[in-house]
């Protein structure tokens, strides 16, 4: 007999002796088979009224409910849908209306279901109570249970309870706490010795009052009978790719050829009854069991378009593949599996992937589990991991198969043809920033395999290497953020020094501010050359650490191409600009002295030929000009002066 015949068995029974409980997990459909199967079997005998316990917080509360779902229900068998809202809504107007009498405002405080003829029967049709959601009330389940069995014992109504049992016995479950004993040497005791610490864990029951039952207790009084729901998943997962609204029509059918492997996701594993990942009395930790959550697949699917659509544009073949990981970890995640730890995502990783198999690395970005993990979305980082991936698609030779790839997954054959030719390429600054990331990693997992490379690394030359990278980068300097594998602070015992100080050389230049200064000083000089004074509506509100003597120049010059118009704005921008600038603690000081001065060097030669040509006006903003410039200058060095006088 399946779920769905064990509900019309109990809501046909002439009398019930108590409630049936339906349980099962989270999201496994136990709202849908009331709401579609059940009511549409018994809508020739029956009227079947589903009450939400989730969030309830008093007994009133539960009754108002029930009254509510009973309203809703007569009304829409009289015809008289809404009927309810509209009086609700008439009732509070006339309490408001002060110049009414007494007696009619006081009718308008009446309670509208007052006027109901509430019973187990509606209409000739036996009426089945539905409590939904018992374990997401706030009041206590065995609270709850003594509400509901009135409805039950002496009511006489058929109702049903529906719950995840397991979240209520968690509840009843012992709580662990963690104590700390700490040993303390004798004062008698002539030797000094390092203070000792134990730390345990110790279960502590629940604490009832005298006179309280439990759950179990409290259950064997009310439930007639436990019905576990077992799914007809295959129905279930036709139905929501059938029911879900798509944004295209090539998402759709591709959804609809998957049914097959997502239905994967859903087969029964060997712990179906068991209670996993929680620890024993005994602290033994059991195995994570498989979650069934039917709302997780639904979020899944609507949330892959995003992904699909990058995948459909690269031209990838394999997305089904994306899709059953991307599929797995959503679930996994929603069912607090898949997690950021110490690690990152190494050890939760394994535990996706032991619970559903189709999950696997190559089929997941990084930038994605982020998504999923701290919900944020991260585009470049994508586009990035695409082009690793077809870099190895492409990699032929040795070397570049050693470049981008883990060490671990590169036969040894490879490695002993390819690793000198990869290693000259890494002191030549060949590398970009991910590479060399990748090679830090690869030469500790190496390391920790106990593999020896065929050849030693200088580390030395691979700092230079890295250096004459960057050094190309400041000539270039990419538009965007420059991308590479952030390896965290806390993974840093895994590394040795020569390796650590290696990736630090590049997290450094990359995730400080000392590339926002690179891009911001070649925008200010090449501003400055194509719109002289027009070049501050860009730069004003840019950040800078140094005004040197390559940027003194371009100045010079764009203030001689203006007008005496642009002379004059191009003072007050400059001075207002580089007064902020100037006092950053990121400033040059030494670099920036040499360049201010140089700049009123080159503005003095500039009055000089105004001066020639009788341009008086230019020669006066150009006065203003080298003014400006002098008390900046006289701001720093007047500092200078005081920290010298203070050592």
């Given amino acids: 007999m399946n779920t769905i015949d064990e509900l019309l068995y109990y809501c046909r029974e002439i009398e019930p002796v108590g409630a049936l409980l339906l349980t099962g997990e989270w999201g496994c459909g136990k709202t849908y088979l009331i709401e579609h199967e059940l009511k549409d079997a018994l809508k020739d005998e029956a009227v079947v009224l589903r009450v939400t316990l989730f969030g309830i917080s008093s007994p009133e509360e539960i009754h108002n409910a029930v009254k509510n779902a009973w309203i809703q229900e007569y009304c829409k068998v009289k015809g008289i ?84 049992q397991e979240k209520i016995i968690t509840k009843q479950e012992s709580t662990q706490i963690t104590a700390e004993i700490q040993f303390v040497s004798s004062k008698k005791s002539k030797v000094e010795s390092n203070e000792k610490k134990a730390t345990l864990t110790i279960n502590m029951p629940p604490q009832m009052e005298q006179g309280e039952i439990s759950y179990t207790e409290i259950k064997e009084k009310i439930i007639q009978r436990t019905v576990q729901y077992l799914p007809d998943y295959p129905e279930i997962v036709h139905a929501i790719i059938k029911g879900m609204k798509y944004k295209d029509s090539e998402y759709n059918a591709f959804v609809e050829r998957c049914e097959e492997g997502l239905l994967e996701l859903f087969a029964p594993d060997r712990n179906t009854f068991g209670y996993g990942g929680k620890q024993t009395e005994k602290g033994m930790e059991q195995p994570w069991r498989r979650t069934h959550n039917i709302r997780s697949l639904k979020c899944a699917i609507s949330d892959f378009y995003r992904v699909y659509s990058i995948l459909y544009d690269n031209e990838f073949e394999d997305i089904a593949d994306w899709f059953y990981s991307f599929a797995a970890y959503v679930i996994s995640y929603k069912a607090d599996i898949a997690k950021d730890g110490h690690y990152g995502t190494l050890f939760s990783d394994g535990e996706v992937r032991k619970l559903y198999p189709v999950f696997q690395e190559q089929y997941m970005f990084s930038a994605v589990k982020q998504w999923i993990l701290h919900g944020v979305w991260n585009g470049d980082a994508i586009s990035h991991e695409i082009e690793i991936i077809k870099k190895r698609k492409e990699a032929q030779k040795p070397c570049e198969i050693i470049k981008v790839n883990r060490i671990m997954d590169v036969d040894e054959e490879i490695i002993d043809k390819g690793f000198g030719d990869f290693l000259n390429s890494a002191y030549e600054g060949s590398l970009t920033l991910d590479d060399y990331v990748l090679f830090i990693e690869n030469s500790s997992w190496a390391r920790y395999y106990g593999y020896s490379f065929p050849v030693e690394i200088d580390w030395d030359k691979v700092q230079g290497g890295v250096g004459k990278r960057i050094e190309s980068l400041k000539e270039v300097l990419p538009e965007g953020q420059i991308l590479f594998h ?98 950053s603690s990121d400033i040059q000081i030494e670099e920036s002295l040499k360049g201010f001065s140089k700049l009123r060097d080159l503005l003095k030669e ?42």
Wanted: charged share 30%.
């Fill in 81 to 164: 849908d809404g009927v309810t809202k509209k009086v609700a809504e008439v009732k509070e107007i006339i309490k408001k209306l002060a110049f009414l009498p007494e007696k009619v405002r006081g009718i308008a405080s009446t309670d509208v279901t007052a006027f109901f003829p509430f019973s187990k029967k509606m209409e000739d049709k036996s009426v089945i109570l539905v409590f939904d959601d018992l374990e997401r009330c706030r009041m206590s389940s065995v609270d709850v249970l003594g509400i509901i069995n009135d409805y039950c014992e002496n009511q006489k109504y058929h109702t049903i309870i529906v719950a995840n």
């Fill in 606 to 647: 500039q009055i000089q030929d105004s001066q020639m040509k009788k341009k008086t006006f230019a020669v006066l903003h150009t006065e203003g000009f080298i003014q400006a410039v002098e008390e900046l200058i006289a701001s720093k060095c007047t500092e200078k002066d005081q920290e010298l006088s203070n050592r």
């Fill in 486 to 583: 952030v390896i965290r602070d806390d993974n840093k015992e895994h590394f040795t020094d020569e390796e650590w100080g290696t990736y630090k050389l590049i997290s450094d230049f990359a995730l400080s501010d000392g590339l926002m200064f690179f891009k911001n000083r070649k925008l200010y000089i090449g501003k400055m050359k194509e719109f002289a004074s027009s070049s501050f509506v860009i730069i004003q509100n840019k950040r800078f650490n140094i005004f040197d003597e390559e940027m003194a120049i371009v100045t010079a010059q764009a203030f001689a191409q203006d007008n005496n118009t642009g002379k004059k704005l191009f003072v007050h921008y400059f001075k207002d600009m580089w007064k902020c600038n100037i006092e």
